[in-house]
């Protein structure tokens, strides 16, 4: 079962935990890896790094 939770729009969202592909020429692929979409320019991705909107987080739903 997946919950959603409404949020602003506009406001930036992290994805956190994920695999990202960033097709590039070495074609990388990147596990564990969080997301910020700002809606502005191209995504940001880091291993571990903090939530710039402060506490508030939403995670992925595990499977019961």
Do not use: E, H
């Amino acid at each position: 079962m997946s919950q959603s939770t409404p949020f602003q729009a506009g406001r930036p969202v992290v994805l956190r935990g994920g695999t990202v592909l960033p097709m590039d020429r070495a074609r990388r692929v990147l596990s564990d890896t969080d997301v910020l979409v700002t809606g502005t320019g191209s995504p940001r991705s880091a291993r571990g790094s903090p939530c710039p909107m402060g506490p508030r987080r939403s995670t992925r739903p595990t499977a019961s």
